[in-house]
């Protein structure tokens, strides 16, 4: 028999199946990885995953099996009482019995995905595109406000009431817990434990409008000591910073009608809470560095980095004053 297709180069072989997968699974680390948990609902997501993905494989492999046998072991027809019993058993047995283990173990996670609180309550409200984050501590009359970031002490369980000021948002931080939507006009509730201290990343989980992948936020979790003295000193008001040239430029620039610094009579409510602005990793909801440079490039021109934010452009401002604001504003830890 003579060949169709006169012999040429050697063809490539194509890639293995399995590398793509492996390439995939590479970039499922990092501080937003779901596959690096560090919270104890985290890590009951993970273990769920593995044995959703443990279970995948075994069924893959066995419907494979008999895919095989079907087409290499059986000769001739089938007969009618075999088939209708193969119908019966793969087609409505075994999916009953895999589906209700599933789900059974499914939902025996779900009242620890729910979990009261241990005393520290935390309230943090969507905004576009930015996070409100205000904390309660057991007792308190009124919170201490802060934005963009959320402090987590290890070992408890906080509570956290999640709202939307505009448009519907989702608070997920991967590394600690499942996401929960943040709805307007209702607050939903729930409660996150890391058990590792470190930086997790969060991001909002529900398309929320231009920037919407741009309204992210670190989630920092402390040893409990930690956590209690930055607690308090993220309580105290901006004390003598009043003093310094930054703070006549933001009096003068008007920063005060949007922004609040506590201890000042800057009390806007429509922007993030700048009182201790530089002592947050990121700025911007996790999108820039917290440098001076940043925070200058930042107040004048917001749009740049932020398409759709309501924050206007300081472009007017002479860079001199526009580098002594964003110095003093990074010096406010
Ligand atoms: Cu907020 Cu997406």
Redesign the pocket.
Known sequence: MTAIHPPGPRRRRPPLPWVLPLLLLAGCDGPQSALRPGGSDALQLDRLFWVMLAGAVVLWLFINGLFFAATRLQHGPMSRKRAEALIIGGGIGLPLVVLTVLLGYGLSIMPDQRAPGDGLRLRVT?EE?WWRVEYWPPGATEPVVSANEVRLPVGQRTEIELAAADVI??FWVPGLGGKTDMIPGRVNHMSLQPVEPGLYRGQ?A???GLS?AL?AFQAVALEETEFDAWLAQESQGIGDATQAPGYAIFEREGCGACHALRGTGARGQVGPDLTHVGGRESLAAGILPMTAEALADWIAHPEAFKPGAEMPAYDHMEEADLLTLATWLEGLE
Do not use: T
């Open positions: 969507g595109w948002h989702s909002c529900e398309f929320c919407h309204m």
